[in-house]
């Protein structure tokens, strides 16, 4: 499996609530880095942040653009989610997922709030 295929099945994992999926395409040590909210190392912390529990149901994501460079995947796009706390929110998302040994071994995610109207 090609890197921008693995990376469109951590998408459908994540679309799905499918943790065995998305953490099939992770390394053991994997980082998640989601500049300004955390960092998790490791396919438990990885997991764990999965569902996150401030967070109700699977988030909707439009991946928009995708961009491989060497062992660096990039997939721009918007998505809609719910906050437990706050309600419904829309966002604007940048992930970088760089591979090594041809799994995801860090994944910096970018995540941007949306006003809801378009």
Do not use: C
């Not at 990885?46 to 062992?71: K, M």
């Not at 719910?82 to 929110?89: E, K, L, M, R």
């Amino acid at each position: 499996m090609n890197q921008r295929d693995l990376v469109a099945r951590y998408f459908d994992g994540f679309r799905a609530g499918d943790h065995a999926k998305i953490l099939a395409t992770l390394h053991d040590d994997v980082e998640w880095v989601i500049h300004g909210h955390r960092t998790t190392r490791g396919k438990a912390e990885f997991d764990g942040e999965i569902e996150n529990p401030g967070f109700s149901g699977v988030p909707t994501l439009d991946v928009q653009r995708v961009h491989e460079d060497g062992p660096v995947v990039f997939a721009l796009g918007e998505g809609r989610g719910v906050s437990v706390a706050h309600g419904p929110f829309r966002f604007a998302f940048n992930d970088v997922f760089t591979f090594r040994g041809g799994l995801i071994a860090r994944v910096d995610s970018y995540v941007v709030p949306l006003p809801d109207g378009r």
